[in-house]
T-cell receptor, first 113, second 114 residues
Framework: GENVEQHPSTLSVQEGDSAVIKCTYS??????FPWYKQELGKRPQLIID?????GEKKDQRIAVTLNKTAKHFSLHITETQPEDSAVYFC????????????FGKGTKLSVKP | EAGVTQSPTHLIKTRGQQATLRCSPI?????VYWYQQALGLGLQFLLW???????NRGNFPPRFSGRQFPNYSSELNVNALELEDSALYLC?????????????FGSGTRLTVV
């Protein structure tokens, strides 16, 4: 079945450094790739997404890249801050424009001041 | 605008019992999704409902079931509870299953099976 692999499972960086989280997906029909941030005890919240017709998207300190040929996408956070500490989930859409999301197992990011 | 609401917030059940979890989507959203978040296992897809119909199901046993009502709210039922069913159950909604507009999650129901 459809699968999304996410690495690493934990990531610790110093404040101000960059963090990169990588995901691969198996469904060739996937065309939407969101990233969610979940702070401790809170609901997952969408932070950035990318569609299959775009290779890169930026939003301030956050960027996402997509390589459809290799079926992988990555989240890049620059100039990390302690408030970036959370669990990050990547996801890929199942099928075409309508469907459900398949999530990776998450990356726990710790930003040390 | 109200977000996705879930009830109850916490639920404690005994092994073998049944649990019922409820979700109200954002106004105008017709699709409801259920996910199980167990420790270390990420967000595992359970069920997707749209317009009252089950559209897709994850790799869970039949004792996990649900339904969607005419007002688009949804109910998740877990029968014959097992200890490993203890988890946070998250509901999300979207516009007619068009996931490219993203999901909005509720705050979840924490189910504890003892």
């Amino acid at each position: 079945g459809e699968n999304v692999e996410q690495h690493p499972s934990t990531l610790s960086v110093q404040e101000g450094d960059s963090a990169v989280i990588k995901c691969t997906y198996s469904d060739s029909a996937s065309n939407y790739f969101p990233w969610y941030k979940q702070e401790l005890g809170k609901r997952p919240q969408l932070i950035i997404d990318i569609r299959s017709n775009v290779g890169e998207k930026k939003d301030q300190r956050i960027a996402v890249t997509l390589n459809k040929t290799a079926k992988h996408f990555s989240l890049h956070i620059t100039e990390t801050q302690p408030e970036d500490s959370a669990v990050y989930f990547c996801a890929a859409s199942r099928g075409g424009s309508q469907g459900n999301l398949i999530f990776g197992k998450g990356t726990k990011l710790s930003v040390k001041p | 605008e109200a977000g996705v609401t879930q009830s109850p917030t916490h639920l404690i059940k005994t092994r073998g019992q049944q649990a019922t979890l409820r979700c109200s989507p954002i106004s105008g959203h017709t699709s409801v999704y259920w996910y199980q978040q167990a420790l270390g296992l990420g967000l595992q897809f359970l069920l997707w409902y749209d317009e009252g119909e089950e559209r897709n199901r994850g790799n869970f046993p039949p004792r996990f079931s649900g339904r969607q009502f005419p007002n688009y709210s949804s109910e998740l039922n877990v029968n014959a509870l097992e200890l490993e069913d203890s988890a946070l159950y998250l509901c999300a909604s979207s516009l007619a299953g068009y996931v490219r507009y993203g999901y909005t999650f509720g705050s979840g129901t924490r189910l504890t099976v003892v």
